[in-house]
């Protein structure tokens, strides 16, 4: 849509991020629990669609995948950035 405050603010400040739903971990098993994501960019305006309506093209600039473990005892952390590619760490 044509002049949409979304738009308008991406704009203004080009960061995005998207998280995935986050669910509470099983206590009575861990390892069930499908994780959380998040991705995260800048947005470059593209030409207007042919009804006016913005377009924009993400950018990334991060991606990370936090589930647990295995065995359940630690986080099991993955993350992607342009410059230092796939990484893995673990949180206890």
């Known amino acids: 849509m044509a002049g949409a405050v979304k738009a308008l603010d991406l704009r203004r400040d080009p960061r995005v991020a998207l998280h995935s739903p986050t669910e509470d ?7 069930t629990w499908d994780g959380d994501a998040k991705i995260a960019g800048r947005a470059h305006e593209e030409p207007p669609a042919e009804d006016g309506s913005h377009r924009f093209r993400i950018e990334l600039t991060e991606v990370v995948l936090t589930r647990v473990g295995d065995p359940p005892d630690h986080l099991l952390i993955e993350s992607w ?7 893995q760490h673990t949180r206890h």
């Open 81 to 87: 950035h342009p410059d230092r590619g796939l990484r």
């Open 25 to 31: 971990t099983p206590s009575d098993d861990p390892s």
